[in-house]
């Protein structure tokens, strides 16, 4: 992956972190998220979309280890320390 990629990849694991998103819903979370994925992809290389494809499934391990990945009924509770 080009470095531009690679350093997104990494702003993005930066970015789910529970001190960003403490006193903000699972709802705010999803849509940052989301939208932040698609700008990666978006501003990637062809030749890399393989390789940035298996990073950003690590980033979603990651998310759903954090305890983000709620019902859609839960979309709208406040995530707080301990999500």
Known sequence: MRDHTTMA???LYQGIRHEHWQ???YR???T???ARCIE???GADAADL???GIELLGVRDAVEDSGYMVASDRLDDVIDAAA
């Open 9 to 11: 990849v990494s702003e």
């Open 23 to 25: 006193g903000r819903t």
């Open 28 to 30: 705010q979370f999803w």
């Open 32 to 34: 940052w998220f989301n």
């Open 40 to 42: 990666i992809v978006g």
């Open 50 to 52: 393989d390789a940035l």
